[in-house]
């Protein structure tokens, strides 16, 4: 079970992010911050 384990998660595997998939990813992160502000704000009053 842990060799298993650890096989698959030490292993290389495909890149998290591709270099075509940065824009996308960059996106969404301005996204969720600019929620997350507008969320901590309007609770904060």
């Known amino acids: 079970m ?3 384990l ?3 998660t030490m292993a290389p595997s ?3 992010l591709y270099p075509d998939q940065v824009g996308l990813a960059l996106f969404t ?3 969720l911050g600019i929620g ?3 969320v901590v704000t ?4």
């Open 2 to 4: 842990w060799k298993k």
């Open 36 to 38: 997350a502000y507008f």
């Open 14 to 16: 495909r890149p998290a």
């Open 29 to 31: 992160l301005i996204a």
């Open 42 to 45: 309007w609770l904060l009053g």
């Open 6 to 8: 650890r096989r698959r």
